[in-house]
Protein backbone atom coordinates (compact mmCIF):
# COMPACT_ATOMS: atom_id res chain seq x y z
CA UNK A 1 0.00 0.00 0.00
CA UNK A 2 0.74 3.68 -0.52
CA UNK A 3 -0.20 7.07 0.31
CA UNK A 4 -1.37 8.37 3.56
CA UNK A 5 -4.86 9.64 5.08
CA UNK A 6 -6.07 13.48 4.20
CA UNK A 7 -5.33 16.23 6.51
CA UNK A 8 -8.07 18.26 8.43
CA UNK A 9 -7.71 21.30 6.09
CA UNK A 10 -8.37 18.70 2.90
CA UNK A 11 -11.43 19.16 0.84
CA UNK A 12 -10.80 16.33 -1.54
CA UNK A 13 -12.27 13.34 -1.47
CA UNK A 14 -9.91 10.37 -0.73
CA UNK A 15 -9.64 7.52 -2.93
CA UNK A 16 -8.36 4.16 -2.26
CA UNK A 17 -7.07 2.47 -5.80
CA UNK A 18 -7.20 -1.56 -6.14
CA UNK A 19 -5.26 -3.19 -8.72
CA UNK A 20 -2.95 -6.26 -8.75
CA UNK A 21 -0.91 -4.74 -12.45
CA UNK A 22 1.31 -1.53 -10.28
CA UNK A 23 1.43 0.00 -13.48
CA UNK A 24 -2.03 -0.21 -14.41
CA UNK A 25 -2.66 1.16 -10.50
CA UNK A 26 0.12 4.07 -10.88
CA UNK A 27 -1.69 5.38 -13.82
CA UNK A 28 -5.54 5.43 -12.13
CA UNK A 29 -3.43 6.82 -9.30
CA UNK A 30 -1.75 9.63 -11.28
CA UNK A 31 -5.64 10.38 -12.88
CA UNK A 32 -7.17 10.74 -9.61
CA UNK A 33 -4.57 13.11 -8.41
CA UNK A 34 -5.35 14.92 -11.77
CA UNK A 35 -9.05 15.47 -11.29
CA UNK A 36 -10.33 18.40 -9.55
CA UNK A 37 -12.14 17.30 -6.07
CA UNK A 38 -10.22 13.91 -5.77
CA UNK A 39 -6.95 12.49 -4.21
CA UNK A 40 -5.38 9.32 -4.54
CA UNK A 41 -4.84 8.06 -0.61
CA UNK A 42 -3.05 4.53 -1.91
CA UNK A 43 -2.92 1.73 -4.03
CA UNK A 44 -3.76 -1.89 -2.40
CA UNK A 45 -2.58 -5.04 -5.10
CA UNK A 46 -4.73 -7.92 -3.17
CA UNK A 47 -8.21 -7.93 -2.13
CA UNK A 48 -6.59 -8.46 1.86
CA UNK A 49 -4.58 -5.24 1.62
CA UNK A 50 -7.46 -3.49 -0.14
CA UNK A 51 -9.63 -4.42 3.55
CA UNK A 52 -6.69 -3.13 5.01
CA UNK A 53 -6.61 -0.08 3.42
CA UNK A 54 -10.07 0.96 3.86
CA UNK A 55 -9.73 0.16 7.58
CA UNK A 56 -6.80 2.41 8.02
CA UNK A 57 -7.02 4.98 5.74
CA UNK A 58 -11.19 5.68 5.71
CA UNK A 59 -11.29 6.85 1.72
CA UNK A 60 -14.54 8.24 0.55
CA UNK A 61 -14.33 6.19 -2.38
CA UNK A 62 -12.57 2.51 -3.63
CA UNK A 63 -11.49 1.94 -7.01
CA UNK A 64 -11.89 -1.86 -7.26
CA UNK A 65 -10.63 -4.32 -9.94
CA UNK A 66 -12.54 -7.63 -10.12
CA UNK A 67 -9.43 -9.34 -10.44
CA UNK A 68 -7.49 -9.81 -7.40
CA UNK A 69 -4.71 -12.03 -6.61
CA UNK A 70 -6.68 -13.42 -3.55
CA UNK A 71 -9.79 -12.50 -3.37
CA UNK A 72 -12.14 -11.12 -6.20
CA UNK A 73 -13.08 -7.36 -6.04
CA UNK A 74 -16.75 -8.66 -5.55
CA UNK A 75 -15.53 -10.39 -2.37
CA UNK A 76 -14.14 -7.42 -1.02
CA UNK A 77 -17.15 -5.65 -1.94
CA UNK A 78 -19.54 -8.12 -0.49
CA UNK A 79 -16.79 -8.11 3.66
CA UNK A 80 -17.31 -4.51 3.32
CA UNK A 81 -20.99 -3.69 2.65
CA UNK A 82 -21.42 -7.05 5.72
CA UNK A 83 -19.07 -5.37 8.30
CA UNK A 84 -21.66 -2.09 7.97
CA UNK A 85 -19.22 0.07 5.85
CA UNK A 86 -20.57 2.33 3.23
CA UNK A 87 -17.84 3.30 1.57
CA UNK A 88 -18.47 4.23 -2.19
CA UNK A 89 -16.53 1.65 -4.72
CA UNK A 90 -16.47 2.25 -8.53
CA UNK A 91 -15.62 -1.28 -9.67
CA UNK A 92 -12.84 -1.13 -12.61
CA UNK A 93 -12.02 -4.07 -14.76
CA UNK A 94 -12.15 -6.07 -17.56
CA UNK A 95 -15.05 -8.47 -16.44
CA UNK A 96 -17.86 -7.83 -19.06
CA UNK A 97 -20.37 -10.63 -17.86
CA UNK A 98 -23.80 -9.81 -16.78
CA UNK A 99 -23.81 -11.60 -13.43
CA UNK A 100 -20.57 -9.79 -12.26
CA UNK A 101 -22.01 -6.79 -13.41
CA UNK A 102 -25.36 -7.41 -11.99
CA UNK A 103 -23.41 -8.88 -8.46
CA UNK A 104 -21.25 -5.71 -8.81
CA UNK A 105 -24.76 -3.48 -8.79
CA UNK A 106 -26.72 -5.78 -5.92
CA UNK A 107 -23.70 -5.54 -3.96
CA UNK A 108 -24.03 -1.36 -3.98
CA UNK A 109 -21.10 -0.39 -6.21
CA UNK A 110 -22.08 3.07 -7.00
CA UNK A 111 -20.57 2.44 -10.69
CA UNK A 112 -19.42 0.35 -13.26
CA UNK A 113 -16.48 0.95 -15.70
CA UNK A 114 -15.04 -1.55 -18.20
CA UNK A 115 -11.43 -1.89 -19.14
CA UNK A 116 -9.97 -0.36 -21.60
CA UNK A 117 -11.15 3.29 -21.28
CA UNK A 118 -9.83 6.61 -21.80
CA UNK A 119 -8.49 8.54 -19.01
CA UNK A 120 -11.90 11.41 -19.25
CA UNK A 121 -14.34 8.15 -18.98
CA UNK A 122 -13.14 7.72 -15.46
CA UNK A 123 -12.85 11.48 -14.17
CA UNK A 124 -16.77 11.35 -15.80
CA UNK A 125 -17.30 8.71 -13.43
CA UNK A 126 -15.26 10.39 -10.70
CA UNK A 127 -17.23 13.45 -11.22
CA UNK A 128 -20.43 11.66 -11.43
CA UNK A 129 -19.41 10.19 -8.19
CA UNK A 130 -19.09 13.78 -6.32
CA UNK A 131 -21.92 15.13 -7.42
CA UNK A 132 -24.01 12.11 -6.24
CA UNK A 133 -22.68 12.55 -2.99
CA UNK A 134 -23.13 16.56 -3.50
CA UNK A 135 -27.19 15.88 -4.20
CA UNK A 136 -27.22 13.39 -1.17
CA UNK A 137 -25.70 15.97 1.34
CA UNK A 138 -28.51 18.71 0.01
CA UNK A 139 -30.85 18.06 2.73
CA UNK A 140 -33.79 17.62 0.39
CA UNK A 141 -34.79 16.25 -3.39
CA UNK A 142 -37.75 16.50 -5.96
CA UNK A 143 -38.68 13.82 -7.84
CA UNK A 144 -36.39 14.59 -11.21
CA UNK A 145 -32.91 14.52 -8.53
CA UNK A 146 -34.37 11.24 -7.15
CA UNK A 147 -34.41 9.62 -10.74
CA UNK A 148 -31.20 10.82 -11.59
CA UNK A 149 -29.87 9.59 -8.36
CA UNK A 150 -31.84 6.13 -8.96
CA UNK A 151 -30.52 5.95 -12.59
CA UNK A 152 -34.02 6.22 -14.07
CA UNK A 153 -35.65 9.14 -16.24
CA UNK A 154 -39.08 9.44 -17.33
CA UNK A 155 -40.21 7.30 -20.42
CA UNK A 156 -40.07 9.48 -23.88
CA UNK A 157 -43.68 9.49 -25.99
CA UNK A 158 -42.99 6.33 -28.75
CA UNK A 159 -43.72 8.54 -31.30
CA UNK A 160 -40.60 11.11 -30.14
CA UNK A 161 -37.63 9.48 -29.52
CA UNK A 162 -34.90 11.26 -28.19
CA UNK A 163 -31.82 11.95 -29.93
CA UNK A 164 -28.71 9.86 -29.09
CA UNK A 165 -26.19 12.13 -27.28
CA UNK A 166 -22.91 13.13 -29.54
CA UNK A 167 -19.81 11.75 -29.50
CA UNK A 168 -18.15 12.66 -26.45
CA UNK A 169 -21.27 12.97 -24.14
CA UNK A 170 -22.03 10.11 -21.80
CA UNK A 171 -25.70 9.82 -20.59
CA UNK A 172 -24.86 9.44 -16.91
CA UNK A 173 -22.73 12.55 -17.00
CA UNK A 174 -25.98 14.12 -18.68
CA UNK A 175 -28.27 13.33 -15.69
CA UNK A 176 -25.65 14.54 -13.27
CA UNK A 177 -26.08 17.69 -15.45
CA UNK A 178 -29.77 17.51 -15.54
CA UNK A 179 -29.79 16.73 -11.83
CA UNK A 180 -27.56 19.92 -11.07
CA UNK A 181 -30.27 22.28 -13.21
CA UNK A 182 -33.22 20.80 -11.31
CA UNK A 183 -31.35 21.24 -7.78
CA UNK A 184 -30.33 24.86 -7.98
CA UNK A 185 -33.30 25.83 -10.01
CA UNK A 186 -30.74 27.77 -12.69
CA UNK A 187 -27.46 27.84 -14.00
CA UNK A 188 -24.48 29.34 -16.30
CA UNK A 189 -22.49 26.69 -18.16
CA UNK A 190 -19.76 28.15 -15.78
CA UNK A 191 -21.73 27.61 -12.54
CA UNK A 192 -22.62 23.88 -14.01
CA UNK A 193 -19.56 23.06 -15.03
CA UNK A 194 -18.02 23.41 -11.31
CA UNK A 195 -21.10 21.79 -9.69
CA UNK A 196 -20.41 19.13 -12.02
CA UNK A 197 -16.85 18.85 -12.09
CA UNK A 198 -16.33 19.17 -15.76
CA UNK A 199 -15.26 21.52 -17.89
CA UNK A 200 -16.83 24.58 -18.98
CA UNK A 201 -16.96 23.49 -22.96
CA UNK A 202 -18.39 20.21 -21.77
CA UNK A 203 -20.75 21.44 -19.58
CA UNK A 204 -21.90 23.96 -22.44
CA UNK A 205 -22.41 20.72 -24.90
CA UNK A 206 -24.47 18.99 -22.51
CA UNK A 207 -26.76 21.73 -21.54
CA UNK A 208 -26.85 22.82 -25.37
CA UNK A 209 -27.94 19.14 -26.29
CA UNK A 210 -30.48 18.82 -23.57
CA UNK A 211 -31.75 22.55 -25.20
CA UNK A 212 -32.07 21.02 -28.38
CA UNK A 213 -33.87 18.13 -26.73
CA UNK A 214 -36.59 20.61 -25.01
CA UNK A 215 -35.65 19.02 -21.64
CA UNK A 216 -34.21 22.69 -20.71
CA UNK A 217 -35.23 26.16 -21.30
CA UNK A 218 -33.19 29.68 -21.20
CA UNK A 219 -33.17 32.88 -20.02
CA UNK A 220 -30.85 35.09 -21.21
CA UNK A 221 -29.47 37.74 -18.52
CA UNK A 222 -28.21 41.09 -20.01
CA UNK A 223 -25.21 42.79 -17.97
CA UNK A 224 -24.07 46.07 -18.47
CA UNK A 225 -21.70 45.25 -21.23
CA UNK A 226 -20.73 42.17 -23.36
CA UNK A 227 -22.80 39.55 -25.07
CA UNK A 228 -25.91 38.17 -22.57
CA UNK A 229 -25.41 35.44 -20.30
CA UNK A 230 -27.19 31.91 -20.83
CA UNK A 231 -28.89 30.79 -17.89
CA UNK A 232 -30.19 27.39 -18.25
CA UNK A 233 -33.28 26.06 -16.75
CA UNK A 234 -35.65 23.01 -16.42
CA UNK A 235 -38.21 23.48 -19.29
CA UNK A 236 -41.91 23.48 -18.13
CA UNK A 237 -43.72 20.70 -19.12
Given at each position: MT???????????????????FMV??????????TPGFRALGV??????ALTAVRDLHPDLVLLDVYLPDL???EVLRRLRAAGNSVGVIMITAARELDTVS??????AADYLIKPFEFAALQ????????????????SADQSLVDSLFG????????????PLPKGLSAETGKVVLAAVGEHGELSATECADLVGVSRVSARRY???????GELAIRLQYGRAGRPERRYRTAAR
Open positions: GGPLTPGDRAFGVLVVDDDADIHRRVVDKARTGAETGLAALHGGEKLAAFAARVSALEAGSTPAAPAHEPQKLEYYLEQ
